[in-house]
């Protein structure tokens, strides 16, 4: 398995797990990191072994955010000629599940980090902000963009200007996160989360993920023309087979993502 | 450290004394904001199994100091600044916090007093929900916790009256764990501290959790929690202890981990 920097990877039953390891930094994001990060994720994802991957982050905080120190000297044409958002825009493109658990602190590029996730746990306790606002910049990795669709325009706006801290309370209320836990079983609840997503059918999990990204995007009559597509593409699935004669059979269905 | 409050750690015991017994211990911010961080300092102590507020002298906290009050204060603020940061950190510490009241606690005093886990007080001891007589309400959480604790009606009247409550009146309203004799009064806290804090203290943790999500979660989600919490203290030292001491016919000694 290839060695990061950055990131600590493992495999074990079906769950890719990559833990953000910066913890001296409390997991803030450099360059190489999101990059490693990025590759981990592709890796996980041509893996026949992993059916699943979770995403947590060692030590106080999930992570505080970009690499500041990283930054401070960038003009507009570096950071253009740098490109660096190529990676981060690959994130999202991850077929399997991406499960993030996420504890302490999710700031600025942690929290985009977190909303490319497909599931979002949060320990009880975990604080969440967007505070870009107050280094004179903004967020430059979805932050605008994904929670404007995720919570509506009135409260993206109000949490990206003040750059206060939003409990994840506010988030599960908001529909951001998908469950809180408490802190000292978050990465037991996020393996056995990610243990029952291992054991559905694979493909089935792909196409649904793939249609549900595109309901944000297209018209619903695109979007429904697009899930047809997607629906019809399963019954060339084994696992569709299998799924439908176990239910005749009265029997647990097995899947083997073919 | 401290020059309000005294702090020390003493058997497993945080004291948190309030120490300005010439203005009956009356809150200035320092003191807001000195007793806010001796009580983070003794959460985040692993040998704090218990933390123990009291006031010196012959009050428990009068609230306010008037002295620092003038026309151009802005209340609000003031709440938002200290009152509001130090009631915080009593609903966040998982440790069990006992108010030791060994005298008079009025207006945020009671305040204070309310935050509290357990409440022991002095024969002598009163609360007086004082706000109403300089025409304010009562803060610092007040409202939140003593409509809790004696509900909406009762709360009304000992806010909107803003008559003393005696120790025996308040112990049969449920805002006293136990009335002790004046003489007695430091032995017997101490050894109801010294109890508390032989207890398994992440358990208590636990139940406090559990108890405050009870008036905020749904009951799926909170049956939800109360399984994560039964894992929580299934994994700790101190329920094996129990357990072993148990089939042993012993008396358990757990260590709070």
């Known amino acids: 398995m290839t060695v990061y920097k950055f990131i600590e990877t493992s495999v074990d039953q079906r769950i890719g797990l990559i833990e953000l390891n910066r913890p001296k930094q409390l997991n803030s994001l450099n360059r190489e990191m999101v990059r490693e990060i990025l590759e981990a994720m592709q890796s996980f994802d041509r ?67 977190a909303l490319c996730c497909d599931i979002l746990l949060a320990a009880n306790g975990t604080e969440f902000s967007f505070p870009e606002v107050s280094l004179g910049v903004m967020p430059g990795a979805g932050g605008t963009q994904r929670l404007t669709k995720l919570v509506g325009r009135t409260k993206a706006i109000e949490w990206l200007w003040t750059g206060e801290r939003i409990k994840a309370e506010e988030l599960l209320k908001h529909r951001v996160i998908n469950r809180i836990v408490s802190a000292e079983v978050l990465h037991e609840e996020a393996l056995r989360f990610a243990e029952k997503l291992a054991g ?59 | 450290m401290f020059e309000t409050i005294q702090y020390e750690l003493e058997d497993g015991i945080a004291w948190i004394t309030l120490n300005r017994p010439d203005k ?21 102590d692993d040998n704090a199994r218990c933390i123990v507020i009291k006031g010196a002298g012959r009050a428990f906290c009068s609230g306010q100091d008037l002295s620092e009050v003038d026309e151009n204060m802005d209340h609000g603020q003031v709440l938002r600044d200290h009152y509001g940061p130090m009631v915080l950190e009593i609903k966040k510490s998982e440790k069990p916090i006992i108010a030791a009241v060994n005298g008079v606690a009025a207006g945020a005093g009671f305040s204070l007093a309310l935050a509290c ?18 025409g304010l309400i009562p803060d610092s959480g007040n409202l939140y916790y003593l409509s809790q604790l004696v509900g909406t009606a009762k709360a009304a009247e000992i806010s909107i009256l803003g008559e003393k409550v005696t120790a025996m009146q308040a112990l049969d309203l449920g805002l006293a764990t136990k009335v002790i004799p004046q003489e007695d009064f430091d032995a017997e806290i101490a050894a109801f501290a010294k ?21 905020t979660l749904p009951f799926e989600t909170f049956l939800q929690r109360e399984a994560e919490g039964q894992r929580i203290a299934g994994l700790t030292a101190d329920h094996r202890e129990g357990v072993e001491a148990f089939k042993s016919k012993r008396t358990p000694e757990f260590i709070g981990k």
Do not use: C
Not at chain 1, 209 to 235: C, H, I, P, T, W
Not at chain 2, 25 to 43: D, G, H, I, P, T
Not at chain 2, 195 to 215: C, F
């Open chain 2, 24 to 44: 009956l211990n009356a809150f200035v911010a320092q003191m807001n904001r000195e007793v806010k961080e001796a009580l983070r300092k003794a959460s985040k």
């Open chain 2, 195 to 215: 109890r508390i804090a032989m207890l398994p203290t992440k358990a208590i943790g636990l139940i406090k959790r559990g108890l405050n999500e009870a008036q």
């Open chain 1, 47 to 113: 893996n026949d072994e992993v059916r699943v991957i979770l995403l947590a982050g060692r030590g106080k905080a999930f992570s505080s955010g970009a690499d500041i120190d990283e930054m401070a000297g960038a003009d507009s044409m570096s950071l253009e000629l740098l490109n660096q958002f190529a990676d981060w825009d690959q994130i999202p493109l991850i077929k399997k599940p991406v499960i993030g658990a996420v504890h302490g602190f999710v700031f600025g590029g942690g929290f985009e980090l």
């Open chain 2, 117 to 134: 886990d357990f409440r022991l007080m002095s024969e002598k001891a009163s609360y007086i929900n004082a706000f109403i007589h300089v």
């Open chain 1, 200 to 258: 559905m059918p694979p493909l089935a999990l792909r196409m649904i993920k793939d249609s549900v990204n595109k309901a944000v995007d297209y018209s619903l009559y695109e979007g429904m023309q697009y899930e047809r597509k997607n629906f019809y593409l399963l019954f060339s699935s084994e696992d569709q087979k299998e799924g439908m004669q176990a239910f005749v059979e009265k029997r647990k269905p097995i899947y083997q993502g073919k």
